[in-house]
């Protein structure tokens, strides 16, 4: 992942990753795909939109224009022809060879065209009349886009068959092109060429370069000059995409019976009109099918202006009468006039000054004689016909402009059905023909004959309709094609006749006769206006009442047809025409109805219904009436209830349980994805994040201006806790504090936004997360909206989150988190696929991946529910409400239809209020749904003891209409009396909640809120509240409702308006938790998630999005799927008796339902939670405070509350026929409800805790039903192929429909593919050079379906990324105490001169040597005794268990100081120069030189080899600049300067180039010094690589297997030989041998930070002194020791090993003289006759200190100085494995393994001899000194060496040397004798000196079988130690890696 791939590669890499991902699901049987070159190397460029018309005629024209005449940017410069060779031809027409090349010559000759060429046709300017003939690369040419043409040329001359022209130059010189002009092949190369049915070479289709054409053309921003650019939003789009304008409708039944006669004819319909989409697999793969690039432009408006309707300026040579771009680029681009161009078609807008609706409206384009529209059309036909234009002219219109509506979006069809062929004529020799208009006329016939009455036409439906048709007429071609690519002659063409002119009027009348009028055709003799006075002349007599649809064909122009469609069904005819309005013609539409009166009609009408009188008359009637007893009756009840409150007896929900709060696994998952994602970006090459830089997190939530979200967020942020983990804020937190980090998107934004942008400026180490919610919400460009005056601001987004500041600010991450990702999902996004993080799945292949105790019901399983046989759906539409709509719309044509839909349900609200209160006659005057809505809603609270009720969510998008709503009843429940019943809540997302005070107490009590001034204001808060929320704003804003939601009634939500966002957003607000215990009936049952275990890689949520799980599944009987169909309430055979008393209230459905034990052992929360009782929680932002508030959305998610039981909703599905019925049920009901009374108490259940159960039931219009339930071809809802949302358009009409298979990544890919944004949106401009390197690179966008718990997550992210940003500031050090201090030496001598900085030399040489090993890594080792030194065996501790030696060793956790040595992942500004990685420079060359000296002890010279990087040469001296390697430089003793560090550094190191501490920039504080990497050779590249500025000292390949004592060997060895030839060239320069400095550095590479100890002593000889340690730099420590007075006297110099636990007595004296470990400071001088063991791979340190000090030389540790050690876990001493040398050997080699006796049949290993002695020794050594075991008072004598013998064996270590320093051995008893490799110094007499106890044991240890005997005879070992044969061991190794040989004896 991340976004690793720079520059062309990542484009690469995003074409693979979009073509091969969904290649299953769009793969194409019948097309050609795009070559394979062109989809891996090229980038789609930007799509341009063309006003042309799509002709190519005038493409052409337009370009010859331009080659003739002056440029656009003046005269071109004069282009002088370069002379011909000698002799050659050079007539035009003809090549230089001579050879004829002109078409008319050569047509009929064969030609031979290689593969991958294709042949063109290129104009000369002299010879106008002729094509010259060339093979061209069709890599090097566009595709029908004029794009992904690679630049440069590739041809060959037909004439003279030259090949290989790579200059298209060269090529027009070749074939004697005279031009004028600079040759271009966009210029000069015009046409293909294709044989005809003949085989002759014929002109084909122009060569389509649009690409070019747009680059060469300066683009304007204020005013566009050039016919590529759509002047504004809607002036001239050709392919406007239908689907948000035009509803859904049922391709299930798209072709009835209908179809005989002319259709068996013609092959293509039959199989076209079989379902009107096509399945994904026959589907274009790649193709960009728009002709001349028509892409969609945003809705292109209603209607049209025809303002600017004369001619325009030059460079629109495409302009004809006929252009549906009729306004021209001059329009201005005032904010004022946006609203007209953003409907569909052109409409006319009345002056700014003017009140009223955009209403008057002119044709898109007219010609001929005007057609005049009658004045009382409307009012005779009770809707406005909308006329949708079709093929060729169409005719003007006057007079009563305002009754029709004319629409551009079928001609928009019809066009862009004719590019599709264009796709094959470059693979095939001749064109594929497009579809006739003809016959897409009868198609378009044939689609309106089979719509049913209450369907309304679907333009994605005809599109699909045409390709179908198309692809089955010529699927022979495209077949052959397919398989023989460069045929010469084309096949045989479909014998299918063509549907002629003349035939079309007859066989559209033949379609049209059997569908019982519903479609009329006019047939014209001379043009359209005649067929349209007729159709207004039939509309006013009245004679098409059942006529849906009039087609009107004038087919006699020149064989060409002219044809329009009106739409005149009043139900279709209303939707198309509301749908063509934008969201803010509709609202201005609404409110012009308010303000203006118009609905007053609607309100005199309504009280005529009733027959009793005026509903108004009936609630003042019923309030007089009423009015003693309610008041009574209330007063008793508030006593009652008073009393209950101040008793102890408070009413208790039995019911209620606490939930822990807490992140969900899901919640933890995706926030750890995040996460990942993060780290990759940070991990690519390409630094765009640098998180090592970064020592906190702060964030910034930027969410929708919604008073309500913004509340619930700061109570998300607050109650995660996650201001407090981030260190942002301390408790106690005030609110104030808490806004600080959310941010409202309104006027004010701005400010707050700043502050946050300059916070970022000013504090470069932290990250800033801005999280950017609910970002599907307001994606308008800034540019687009500059002018705009809307409230809130549009195009804020854009001009906040998309600034320059955000963008280059290398500190801040966007993330983008939505429910509804597509409108980012574009070819222009921001955001690379790769930084998309969606909702996992919960299920994989039947495995549930994260459990958890609730299950999310979201939109798919809404779906599910439809289709269960037995219970009624969660999704269900009204149908008696959706009649009377119906019915109401044709009486009162002029009101919007959202205005009477409003009125409507109110009214039905109203009359079951009164119905529920005693008024059963209104029964009559409700619907069914709206009666069960509202007793639910009455009833609820009686059923629990505390007075819990039910949410019922009433949405009414449009603001003016939700105060109408609200107010009206709230009047009604007023003269009800039922105020104190449930409360009715106005939701408008500018203000926040206003609830009564009587509910505001219950809610306070029921969640123990103590607060006088506490308010709820969030919709979780009213958790249990009975209400009604009326639910406003156009769309939702990320609002959480809480559990007690039960209902959710969307009858008002605007259907017309069909984008996929914009109904999954409506739909979201019911997604849900359902407790997972509590088994769902059938109904609830997910089928989708075992659809989702089919997908092997699905990791993405797939839950809520109808694109990826069906509603319908391939295994269902089509009975099933026909009775699910029909969700209509009133549907069911239940008897109205039984459905009466389930009416009035829930508790029958207790009966049937579980039983009782059940819902005790797993009810839901419903009550106040415990911590409400906590004082210092604010109570600002209360809700109920247990998990049961924080809903979907939060930290905690609970399930919404679902209160009605199985048995009452299946009851309420009453077939209810008629009015009279409804009131008979009515009267029952009423009667009934006393009855109920007892059983209500018996089975009283909580609403909320009932939640659990199901979900709310959704109430949806008939239209948004349908359009969700019904399937395309794919198995997917039709929802889910709609458009993604308004604010993007698709590429092409002919792409392939989603898949039900895809996962949510691959949805993505295929929007990026298939989307482009409209100008309007933010993301228009990005990418316009068709670049994948626009990506933003700190990006990322977070999907996952609605209320899911998003918010959590993201808040979960940003706690666990500051823990990691936190965690990269710190590192594990080893943290062990000192070992064996108790055994220290007790001697008279310590170091007293406690304040002393240096060790002075007189003092300390008095000092003893400490034997004792100290460093806790040895804790294992064996001990080394000293004299008089009596330790008992208990002395010792008790040794570790062998399995513990395994055990980690102890760390602790520290902060890095500014001090600290840094790995690879460090890159800071500083050290970029340092490491060699800075983007200024080059990376740093290096030079390899050798380097040889001779060593006496190897017998052979050494060969080493430095790469010195050029920057680091000067530490270097060369025979010459860039010659042979002298010496390294080394500075004087007498230096005093501070500037740099004199001792080089090296560090040997193995396996650790990403780990090892190498980056020493600022442990030295930035000062100059000489570091050297001491790495193997086989290593050698991999370091280089990761440290190019680092000089390497590679070894010699012998010591590729060597452990870490040769790599000490060599440095010491290197570094004296070094010293020698410093001396010896600065004696030359006068310099003093001895004043060289000698000293190096040996650091480990795992050694991070420096400490230093102050002390402050209270005086000379006062035990009490205090201390502190502190960090510093590695500077202080180096140029502290190296200005130590007598420096050269010492020897080795060290640190102690930091400690959390050093004790005071430690530090107190300042020096020790004693072993030094890890990081020590060596004189090379003074030790050149001591070396370290080159064969060592533990313990050679030690064993190194004891040589130095028997050496009598001095090892000065300063213990007020520390090294803190960093654990790795890789490479060191880790990188040795010993395995065997059998590769099937797959058992595990123990240490008891690696000896064997020579010439056994043991199984050799692989490993280095001397790692096998080691290891064997540190475990087993007990088997060869067993008296040793444990008996630390008698030793094992160990000559020259020390070998660690394992922890329970001490060992005296002596040295043979002369003149050396050992401990007195003559009172001492050995148990053993260790003689390893030893050497001459070594004799018979020096071991007669040491007296061992009886049976102790001897082992010598050689190279060899040979030197092991020469060693036993040359020290006389026969004579006091006896042999056995069996007594001789070797390691196990083969005889080619030279084990080596051990005896063993016993002391006679």
């Known amino acids: ?170 090529f027009s010189n070749h074939i004697n092109l005279r031009l004028t002009t600079q040759p271009k092949k966009q210029k000069h190369l015009k046409y293909y060429l294709v044989r005809n049915a003949q085989g002759t070479l014929t002109k084909g289709p122009l060569i389509c370069w649009k690409g070019s054409e747009f680059r060469s053309r300066p683009a304007s921003a204020g005013i566009c000059s050039s016919s590529l650019f759509p002047p504004l939003e809607s002036s001239g789009s050709l392919a406007a995409f239908p689907s948000e304008s035009v509803p859904g409708t049922n391709p299930g039944v798209l072709m009835g019976a209908q179809q005989a006669g002319p259709a068996s004819d013609h092959p293509s319909l039959t199989s076209a009109l079989g379902p009107a989409v096509f399945n994904g697999k026959d589907s274009p793969k790649h193709q960009q099918l728009a002709k001349n690039s028509l892409s969609a432009l945003p809705r292109p408006s209603a209607l049209g202006i025809l303002s600017n309707s004369g001619p325009p300026k030059k460079r629109h040579k495409g302009w004809s009468p006929e252009s549906p771009s009729a306004a021209d680029g001059t329009c201005p681009q005032g904010g004022g006039n946006r609203a007209k161009y953003e409907s569909a078609g052109v409409s006319c807008v009345p002056q700014a000054g003017l009140v009223g609706p955009a209403s008057v409206s002119f044709p898109v384009v007219a010609s001929g004689e005007p057609v005049s529209v009658p004045d009382n059309l409307l009012k005779i036909c009770e809707a406005k016909p909308v006329i949708f234009k079709g093929h060729g002219n169409f005719p003007y219109l006057c007079g009563n402009l305002s009754d029709v509506v004319v629409s551009p979006l079928l001609y928009t069809c019809y066009q862009n059905s004719q590019s599709i062929s264009r796709a094959y004529e470059q693979y095939g020799a001749s064109t594929i023909q497009p579809i006739s208009e003809e016959m897409q006329l009868l198609l378009t016939v044939y689609y309106l004959v089979q719509l049913a009455a209450d369907q309304v036409p679907l333009m994605e439906d005809l599109e699909q309709i045409f390709l179908r048709s198309w692809r089955e007429s010529h699927l022979t071609e495209i077949r052959q094609y397919q398989q023989a690519p460069a045929q010469p002659h084309p096949p ?136 003693g007893h309610v008041s009574s009756a209330r007063t008793a009840a508030s006593v009652t209830q008073a009393a209950g409150l101040d008793g102890s007896r408070i009413p208790v929900c ?100 700043k502050a946050f942008l300059q916070n970022s400026f000013q504090n470069p180490h932290t990250l800033f997360v801005l999280i950017h919610d609910h970002a599907h919400w307001d994606l308008v460009s800034a540019v687009h909206n ?99 709509v119906t019915a109401l719309g044709k009486r009162f044509p002029r009101l919007h239809s959202a205005v009477i839909r409003t009125f409507v349900l109110v009214q039905h609200y109203a009359a079951a209020m009164m119905a529920v209160s005693g008024l059963p006659q209104m029964k009559n005057h409700t619907s069914v749904e709206t009666l069960e809505i509202t007793q639910n809603l009455l009833n609820a609270p009686k059923q629990c003891p505390c007075g819990h009720g039910l949410m019922v969510l009433l949405r009414v998008p449009c603001s003016p209409l939700a105060a109408v709503a609200y107010e009206r009843l709230a009047h009604v429940r007023a003269r009800l009396a039922l105020e104190d019943h449930f409360e009715i809540i106005l939701g408008n997302p500018s203000s926040g909640i206003t609830v009564g005070k009587h509910f505001v107490k219950q809610l306070k009590m029921w969640q123990k809120i103590e607060d006088a001034e506490w308010r ?249 039903y349908d359009v969700l339930l019904s399937t395309d071809s794919s198995g997917l809802p039709k929802a889910a192929s709609l458009l993604p949302a308004p604010s993007v358009m698709w590429t092409s009409s002919f792409r392939p429909l989603l898949s039900k298979t895809m996962t949510s990544t691959e949805q993505s890919l295929y929007y990026r593919q298939w989307t482009v944004p409209r100008p309007s949106h933010m993301d228009y401009g990005n990418r316009a050079e068709g670049r994948v390197d626009s990506f933003h690179p700190r990006r990322l966008l977070l999907s996952g379906p609605p209320q899911i718990g998003k918010t959590g997550a993201y808040l979960q992210f940003l706690s666990i990324l500051s823990r990691m940003l936190v965690r990269l500031t710190e590192v594990d050090v080893y943290d062990e105490e000192e070992i064996n201090i108790s055994l220290r030496e007790e001697s008279d001598w310590h170091y007293l001169q406690l304040s002393d900085p240096w060790p002075d030399l007189e003092l300390f040489q008095k000092m003893p040597f400490d034997y004792i090993i100290h460093d806790p890594k040895y804790e294992d080792a064996s001990l080394i005794c000293a004299h008089h030194q009596s330790i008992k065996s208990e002395d010792r501790g008790l040794s570790r268990k062998p399995e513990e030696l395994y055990v980690r060793r102890q760390t602790a956790r520290m902060r890095l100081s500014k001090y600290a040595a840094y790995n690879t992942y460090h890159h800071c500004e500083q050290c970029h120069q340092y490491m060699g990685f800075h983007p200024r420079y080059q990376l740093y060359e290096s030079t390899l030189h050798a380097f040889a000296f001779s060593y006496s002890m190897l017998g052979e010279e050494i060969q080493l080899h430095f790469i010195i990087p050029k920057s680091k040469e000067h530490h270097f001296v060369f025979s010459q600049p860039g010659g042979q390697l002298e010496s390294m430089r080394l500075p004087l003793v007498t230096d005093k300067s501070h500037e740099y560090i004199k001792s ?100 480990d590479d795992s050694c991070v930070m420096w400490n230093v100890v102050d002390v402050d002593c209270a005086g000379e000889r006062s035990r009490e002194f205090s201390w502190s340690e502190r960090n510093v730099s590695l500077k202080h420590i180096m140029q502290h020791i190296e200005a130590s007075p007598n420096i050269t006297r010492y020897a080795l110099l060290g640190l102690r090993k930091w400690a959390s636990k050093t004790r005071g007595g430690q530090v107190r004296e300042p020096f020790s003289r004693c072993h030094v470990h890890d990081f020590i400071i060596l004189n090379v001088d003074l030790t050149q006759n001591v070396q370290y063991n080159q064969n060592r791979f533990t313990c050679d340190d030690v064993d190194f200190n004891l040589r130095v000090h028997s050496a009598g030389l001095l090892l000065c540790r300063f213990n007020r100085f520390s090294v803190m050690k960093k654990q790795i876990a890789v490479g060191g001493h880790r990188s040795f ?105 070594v004799g018979a007499s020096f071991l007669k000196k040491f007296h061992f106890l009886k049976g102790a044991t001897l082992c010598v240890i050689c190279q060899d079988r040979n030197s092991l005997r020469q060693t036993v005879v040359r020290l006389e070992l026969e004579d006091e130690w006896q042999f056995r044969l069996r007594d001789e061991f070797q390691t196990a190794n083969a005889k080619e890696d030279r084990p080596l040989f051990f005896l063993t004896g016993r002391h006679i």
Request: glycine share 6%; proline share 7%.
């Open 1544 to 1643: 080089p550094t090296f560090t040997p190191t193995t396996g650790r180039h990403e780990h090892g501490l190498f980056n020493l920039y600022h442990a030295m504080d930035g000062a100059s010094h000489l570091h050297v990497l001491v790495v193997k050779e086989y290593e050698m590249a991999i370091y280089k690589k990761y440290w190019p500025n680092h000089i390497m000292l590679v070894l010699p390949s012998i010591f590729n297997s060597a452990g870490v004592g040769a790599a000490h060997f060599l440095i010491k060895e290197l570094s004296y030989h070094n010293l020698e030839l410093e001396r010896n060239r600065q004696e030359e320069l006068g310099i003093k041998p001895q004043d060289i400095w000698p000293f190096i550095v040996i650091s």
């Open 1016 to 1264: 709820p204001q969030t919709y979780l808060e009213l958790e249990g509240l009975p209400c009604i929320l009326i639910f406003s704003g156009m769309d939702p804003h990320g609002e959480s409702l809480p559990r007690s939601l039960r209902y959710c009634d969307l009858r008002l939500i605007n259907s017309s308006c069909l984008v996929r966002t914009a109904l999954e957003q409506e739909l979201g607000l019911a997604a849900y938790f359902v407790s997972s215990e509590i088994p769902l009936e059938k109904g609830a049952k997910n089928e989708a998630l075992e659809s989702d275990g089919e997908k092997p890689s699905s990791t993405d949520n797939e839950d809520e999005e109808p694109g990826t799980e069906g509603s319908t599944s391939e295994k269902r009987s089509p009975v099933k799927r026909e009775r699910s169909c029909s969700h209509d309430s009133a549907s069911s055979s239940l008897s109205s008796k039984a459905s009466s008393s389930a009416l009035c209230s829930e508790t029958l459905a207790q009966v049937p339902g579980p039983p009782q034990g059940e819902q005790a052992r797993s009810p839901l929360p419903c009550g106040p939670a415990e911590e409400a009782k906590a004082t210092g929680e604010k109570q600002w932002l209360r809700a109920s405070q247990g998990a049961t508030v924080i809903s979907r959305h939060g930290p905690v998610l609970t399930p919404q509350p679902d209160c009605s039981l199985r048995t009452s909703q299946r009851s309420l599905q009453v077939s209810v026929t008629s009015s009279s019925q409804l009131s008979s049920l009515g009267a029952t009901s009423m009667s009934t409800a006393p009855a109920t009374g007892t059983l209500v108490l018996q089975a009283s259940q909580c609403s909320v805790t009932k939640a659990c159960r199901q979900p709310p039931t959704v109430f949806l219009p008939k239209l948004v």
């Open 492 to 627: 045989v063409p479909s014998t299918a006749a063509p549907v002629t002119p003349a035939q079309l009027p007859w066989l559209a009348g033949l379609a049209a006769s059997s569908c019982n009028d519903s479609v009329h055709v006019i047939e014209c003799a001379y043009s359209l206006a005649e067929g349209l006075s007729e159709m207004f002349r039939l509309l006013i007599e009245g004679k098409l009442a059942k006529t849906n649809y009039v087609v009107i064909i004038c087919a006699c122009r020149n064989a060409a047809i002219d044809s329009c469609i009106a739409v005149t069904g009043k139900y279709q005819a209303r939707i198309l025409s509301e749908s063509l309005l934008s969201p803010a013609e509709y609202q201005r539409e609404v409110h012009y109805e308010l303000v203006t009166g118009k609905v007053d009609s609607l309100g005199a009408f309504f009280s005529t219904l009733c027959p009793e009188g005026d509903i108004d008359i009936l609630l003042d009637k019923f309030h007089q009436e009423n009015q």
């Open 654 to 753: 039995t019911s209620c349980h606490l939930e822990p709060r807490g992140v969900r696994p899901f919640q933890l998952a995706v926030a750890q994805k995040l996460l990942s994602h993060v780290c990759s970006i940070a991990d690519s090459s390409s630094q765009n994040l640098d998180l090592g830089s970064f020592e906190k997190v702060d964030f910034l939530i930027c969410i929708p201006p919604s008073e309500v979200t913004y509340q619930q967020t700061l109570f998300h942020v607050w109650h995660s806790g996650v201001l407090l983990e981030l260190g942002l804020e301390k408790e106690p937190m005030t609110k104030q504090r808490v806004e600080q980090y959310v941010l409202k998107l309104d006027a004010e934004a701005q400010t707050k936004f």
């Open 1777 to 1881: 494995h010993i395995t065997s040398k059998v590769s099937d050997s797959s058992a595990a080699v123990v240490p008891a393994q690696y000896i064997c006796a020579p010439d056994s049949k043991h199984t050799f290993l692989a490993a280095p001899a001397q790692l096998l002695l080691e290891k064997f020794l540190q475990y087993h050594s007990q088997r060869f000194f067993p008296l040793s075991l444990k008996n630390h008072s008698h030793p094992v004598l160990s000559v020259d060496c020390y070998l660690n013998l394992g922890s329970q064996i001490s060992v005296c270590y002596v040295s043979s040397r002369p003149h050396s320093l050992n401990i007195s051995c003559s009172d001492l008893m050995f148990s053993g004798l260790l003689l390893y490799l030893c050497d001459s110094f």
């Open 1 to 170: 992942m991340g976004n690793s791939y720079a520059g062309q590669l990542k484009a690469t890499r995003f074409e693979e990753v979009l073509h091969d991902s969904i290649e299953a699901s769009l793969r194409s049987n019948n097309l050609v795909p795009r070559p394979v070159f062109s989809q891996l190397y090229l980038e789609a460029e930007q799509q341009l939109s063309s006003l042309e018309g799509g002709s190519r005629v005038d493409n052409e024209e337009e370009e010859e224009e331009g080659e003739g005449g002056p440029e656009p940017n003046g005269a071109p410069n004069p282009y002088q022809l370069p002379p011909a060779p000698e002799g050659c031809c050079t007539t035009e027409g003809f090549c230089q060879a001579g050879k004829d090349l002109r078409l008319v010559s050569i047509s009929s000759e064969p030609i031979d065209v290689p593969a991958g060429f294709l042949l063109v046709g290129a104009k000369s300017p002299s010879l106008q009349d002729h094509l010259l003939v060339c093979a061209v690369d069709k890599r090097f040419l566009p595709d029908d886009n004029g794009h992904n043409a690679l630049l440069g040329f590739s041809g060959n001359c037909v004439g003279c068959g030259k090949k290989g022209f790579c200059y298209f130059t060269d």
């Open 786 to 884: 500059l002018y705009s005056q809307s409230d809130p601001p549009a195009g804020l987004v854009d001009r906040l989150l998309n600034c320059r500041e955000v963008k280059e600010a290398p500190n801040i991450v966007t993330l983008h988190v939505t429910s509804f990702p597509y409108a980012l999902q574009t070819q222009h996004t921001l955001i690379s696929p790769y930084n998309e993080i969606h909702w996992p799945v919960s299920y994989s292949n039947g495995v549930d991946l994260y459990h958890e105790n609730k299950k999310y019901f979201g939109l798919s399983e809404f779906i599910e529910s439809t289709l269960s046989g037995h219970s009624l759906p969660l999704l269900r539409y009204d149908s008696s409400f959706e009649a009377m």
